[in-house]
T-cell receptor
Framework: RKEVEQDPGPFNVPEGATVAFNCTYS??????FFWYRQDCRKEPKLLMS???SGNEDGRFTAQLNRASQYISLLIRDSKLSDSATYLC???????????????FGAGTRLAVHP | EPEVTQTPSHQVTQMGQEVILRCVPI?????FYWYRQILGQKVEFLVS????????KSEIFDDQFSVERPDGSNFTLKIRSTKLEDSAMYFC???????????FGDGTRLSIL
């Protein structure tokens, strides 16, 4: 089983649409969670952290369900500039807190068209 | 906004040669990382570094790889004898703490001929 699993897409949506991305993770030692976006041949850029209580940042809403090891991202009123690959990322930390590493999903591609 | 900077942006090297990729993490960050992304594949963890030593490394990070923080600002990744399969984008990242978001540099594209 992949450590972080995402639907690869692509999701092709018109401007203004609402789109939802889902992600599951397998490592129960995962302690913090993020969504990053990556434009073609660019670096991953932090979009938002994800909390169990759910969190919102403008048009973006993220949710975490630790019991089912599931993470989601909702984008409302999508814009052309939202076109990118969205990476689900979990931060695995050692019990002692001595080290951590990010485990990336393969990403879900979003294409927003006029 | 402070950012992670990486040099060079593109490095072309003959197989078997040594390369050094350079990074300047965000100044108040304490944790440093290297990741790589082979074209068309996902981002993969290589190594984490804290308090002047490696704290975790992946299977990819074998004896050919090393990291160093030679001074108070630079963080380097060295590949001693490059192979064709080392061709990838290499990203440096840094964070304030173990659970804090990691911020990425814009990467070095390494091409091995």
């Amino acid at each position: 089983r992949k450590e972080v699993e995402q639907d690869p897409g692509p999701f092709n949506v018109p401007e203004g649409a609402t789109v939802a991305f889902n992600c599951t993770y397998s490592n129960s030692a995962s302690q913090s969670f993020f969504w990053y976006r990556q434009d073609c041949r660019k670096e991953p850029k932090l979009l938002m952290s994800v909390y169990s209580s759910g969190n919102e940042d403008g048009r973006f809403t993220a949710q975490l369900n630790r019991a089912s090891q599931y993470i989601s991202l909702l984008i409302r009123d999508s814009k052309l500039s939202d076109s990118a690959t969205y990476l689900c990322v979990v931060n695995v930390t050692s019990d002692s807190g001595g080290y951590n590493k990010l485990i990336f999903g393969a990403g879900t591609r979003l294409a927003v068209h006029p | 906004e402070p950012e992670v900077t990486q040099t060079p942006s593109h490095q072309v090297t003959q197989m078997g040669q040594e390369v050094i990729l350079r990074c300047v993490p965000i100044s108040n960050h304490l944790y440093f990382y290297w990741y790589r992304q082979i074209l068309g594949q996902k981002v993969e963890f290589l190594v984490s570094f804290y308090n002047n030593e490696i704290s975790e490394k992946s299977e990819i990070f074998d004896d050919q790889f090393s990291v160093e923080r030679p001074d108070g600002s630079n963080f380097t990744l060295k590949i001693r004898s490059t192979k064709l399969e080392d061709s990838a984008m290499y990203f440096c990242a840094s964070s304030e703490g173990v659970s804090q978001p990691q911020h990425f540099g814009d990467g070095t594209r390494l091409s091995i001929l």
